[in-house]
């Protein structure tokens, strides 16, 4: 459909990153997105470079956004080509996605913690300097009226940061590095006791704040899991960034010498241009790891996958019984209406 496309493109290139997760819904979450960008009070010409961009395809629709205003009006004019209300639309929108962000917000609530958390990132130099310095400073600048005192006491602290001399700087470094140390012993034992069943939570508590518009956090991988094994190309690379530079030459010739980038984009090409015979001992390499890595793979589902099974079942019903938390007032609300117009 016409406007699904445009309404996509719309919603990844035209509205404010809290709006783009609703793009994910196809046609209807962008509308919302158009929705939920108007309410953010953008301007009126935003608007219509929106719409015109929106409904106008192609060129015609970049050239359009740029005309602001007149480009709102093609957009009508579009709209009402395509037999398309744009306000019907941008309403009907609007109440599913709000649907959803309930249905969201409810699956939040009832979702379970997971049975461990991250420690807490460790502190740089700057922020020790900061943690030792702030009552002074703060004490110092007490005259200053307290709707900008914050930002004034963290510019003078970041001005006396600068003042301070790389010898003065290492009794903060040292306090960062034993931080870092200990954040790394703490995130080691936090990855031990992170469980499937919180890898299962924490992945549907990331999909709930994508569909409201907040940051996500990074699901770690279970280092129990077996690892995935290098294709043939990743074994040749591996084996190329290990050879002295003459052997490197060899391959790639004068590439050799460039930047990472360039080197990969050589090797790549050296790659294809090997014949299969070249390639067999790779090849043959990946097909072993593979075995090994199927099997290492089922003795681990065999192990996991009955608590990563329950823990979806359960996760989805929680899902059903928010959408259902949602459902029984719109359908409410739907009866009261049919029967004032009776």
Not at 249 to 269: D, K, S, V
Request: aromatic share 6%; net charge positive.
């Amino acid at each position: 459909m016409v406007l699904s496309a445009h309404l996509r493109l719309l919603a990844c290139a035209a509205l404010p990153s809290a709006a783009r997760p609703l793009a994910a819904a196809g046609a209807t979450g962008a509308a919302a997105a158009l929705a939920a960008a108007a309410s953010a009070a953008t301007p009126a010409r935003s608007h219509a470079a929106a719409l015109a961009s929106l409904l106008l395809p192609g060129p015609a629709g970049l050239h359009g956004a740029f005309r602001g205003l007149a480009g709102a009006s093609l957009a009508q004019a579009k709209g009402k080509e395509l037999n398309i209300d744009l306000d019907v639309e941008i309403k009907a929108a609007t109440s599913e996605a709000q649907r959803n962000a309930k249905a969201a917000r409810a699956l939040l609530k009832s979702l379970p913690h997971p049975s461990v958390e991250p420690p807490p990132k460790p502190m740089s130099a700057y922020l020790h300097f900061v943690k030792e310095q702030h009552p002074a400073v703060s004490k110092s600048l007490a005259h200053v009226d307290k709707a900008t005192r914050s930002t004034a006491v963290m510019k003078e602290l970041s001005k006396r940061w600068e003042a301070v001399s790389d010898k003065d700087r290492q009794p903060f470094q040292k306090r960062a590095d034993a931080d870092a140390a200990a954040y790394k012993d703490a995130y080691e034992q936090y990855l031990q006791r992170l469980t499937p069943t919180d890898r299962v939570i924490l992945r549907e508590i990331n999909r709930a704040n994508e569909k409201l518009g907040r940051s996500t956090v990074k699901v770690p991988k279970d280092a129990a899991a077996p690892k995935r094994p290098s294709s043939g190309y990743i074994l040749l690379s591996a084996e190329y960034f290990k050879m002295n530079d003459a052997d490197r030459r060899r391959l790639i010739g004068n590439a050799a010498a460039g930047t990472f980038q360039e080197q990969a984009r050589a090797l790549g090409a050296y790659w294809r241009s090997m014949s299969d015979a070249e390639k067999q001992p790779y090849i043959q390499k990946y097909i072993k790891a593979k075995e090994s890595y199927d099997a290492a793979l089922e003795k681990y589902n065999a192990r996991v996958g009955s608590e990563v099974d329950a823990a979806k079942s359960a996760v989805k019903n929680l899902a059903k019984a928010a959408k259902a938390h949602v459902a029984p007032k719109r359908a409410k609300k739907a009866g009261v209406s049919s029967k004032s117009k009776q």
